[in-house]
């Protein structure tokens, strides 16, 4: 059954068909294998794998990040670090990562922190002398803080997939999402020492104090959505909501970026995002639906019975994994289809499941970096217009650090459990 679904899938997908189509593709396979083949179970489970009430979240963050870029709240937060670290060596990369960290905290997905980032800041770094490859890997290695920091897309699609708390799983991101940026920093300090770039000039405290007063209304969006998440004022799907009402009220009203006539192709390019994602989740949910069905978890338990009271262990073999699939697959897929295999086999090995889907998201965070199919990996690339093997060579070191951060939260469960525990 493995071999029919996974064979099928990639078979697809080395045809060049797109990946929702790849995944209802291998589902009809595994349906004819098992002798079970009905259009409707498939258009069945299509529709009820979109018709989620948490999924809702998705669109509203979707709108909320298109509403961000229009309205001039990402500008701002770029302009604001850029001011307090720009005079720093190698400052642009500092701006980066304290933006990177920031617009995680806004839209909760990678690709689209990569790209507004990227067309940013790439053209900048590039014209002070920063070293073009280190500077887009150092963009794109930032952009998978994206899924960790709240509000996260893969905490959403993953709390629906295992049926675990969205609230819990978002304020379980918070500390990692601090850790990976902070050792970004670390390895661009190392990094910087060799750069010989042109050093911004120091801004007066006017400056800062004028940035700091524009930038402000952007550094509320997450403060109101952790804060309400925090004390039970609202559902993720309603901190959606908030965040994409409060984006076009400040694009519109406080920073005037916004004029009525442009809300019809925000709103077009925030459909078109969302109805790609929703697709995805659909057909994937119908490849899980399959799988469950197939009974492959319980295979895979028996399987990985020697295991089970190790779960340190366990859960690096998982993470292995799921990197080599994260190779071949993009996240939300990955996430739809193995969170169903592998939330029977994390609780019978007593492993608490907030604490597996941070370290499980952010995994499949760090696919998004690997070749060849890397989603962040592409955007980066056609931002920077350089090529896959030139990214390759300036990523390593920040994709060498996530991966150390990994491996401490595995080593050591406490680092998001007890922080859990405070927030929650």
């Known amino acids: ?33 098992l002798g079970i083949y009905d259009s409707q179970i498939i258009a069945q489970n299509l529709i009820n794998g979109a018709n989620n ?14 509403l961000m870029n229009a309205g001039g709240l990402s500008k701002r937060i770029v302009t604001m670090a850029m001011t307090m670290v720009g005079h720093i060596r190698g400052g642009l990369g500092y701006v980066a990562i304290i933006a990177s960290i920031l617009f995680a905290s806004l839209s909760g997905s990678a ?19 920063y070293n073009i490859n280190r500077s887009s890997g150092l963009i794109a290695a930032g952009g998978i803080i994206a899924p960790i920091i709240p509000p996260s897309i893969g905490f959403i699609v993953f709390g629906v997939a ?30 910087a020492r060799k750069e010989n770039v042109q050093v911004q000039p120091r801004k007066s405290l006017s400056e800062i ?42 694009g519109v009203v406080i920073y005037r970026e916004i004029k009525i006539k442009d809300l019809y192709n925000v709103f077009v390019n925030a459909a078109k995002m ?56 993009d996240m939300t897929p990955a996430i739809l289809i193995l969170t169903p295999v592998l939330i029977p086999i994390i609780t019978q090995a007593g492993i608490d499941p907030v604490y597996f889907g ?30 896959m093997e030139d990214i390759m060579k300036g990523i390593w070191p920040f994709l060498l650090v996530e991966v150390i951060v990994l491996i401490l939260l595995i080593l050591f469960p406490s680092i998001i459990l007890v922080p859990l525990g405070w927030f929650t």
Do not use: H
């Open 1 to 33: 059954m493995i071999g029919v679904f996974v064979g099928s899938l990639l078979g697809a997908m080395g045809l060049g068909i797109p990946i929702a189509f790849a995944l209802l593709v291998s589902s009809v396979a595994l349906m004819f294998f």
């Open 53 to 66: 009430f948490p999924l809702m979240a998705i669109p509203f963050f979707m709108l909320a990040g298109e």
């Open 111 to 129: 690709v689209a922190d990569t790209a507004a980032l990227g067309a940013i800041l790439v053209p900048m770094m590039v014209k002070s002398g």
């Open 162 to 191: 295992s049926g675990v708390s969205i609230t819990k799983l978002f304020m379980a991101g918070i500390v990692p999402g601090i850790l990976l940026g902070v050792g970004l920093t670390v390895a661009w300090t190392i990094i």
């Open 209 to 250: 104090l004028r940035s700091l007063r524009q930038g402000i209304w952007a550094l509320f969006l997450p403060v109101i959505i952790i804060g309400g998440l925090r004390g039970g004022l609202f559902t993720p799907t309603e901190a959606a909501v908030v965040a994409a009402v409060y984006a076009l009220f400040v």
């Open 274 to 329: 969302t109805s790609v994602v929703m697709f995805l989740v659909a057909a994937a949910l119908v490849s899980s639906w399959l799988i469950t069905v197939a009974n492959l978890p319980t295979q895979l338990i028996s399987v990985l019975e020697p295991f089970m009271d190790r779960p340190m262990l366990l859960t690096f073999m998982i993470v292995f994994l799921v990197i080599i699939i994260g190779t071949s697959m």
């Open 358 to 387: 941070v370290v499980f998201i952010l995994t499949t965070a760090i696919g998004l970096l690997t070749p060849p199919v890397g989603t962040v990996l592409n955007v980066i690339c056609g931002i920077s217009k350089i090529s």
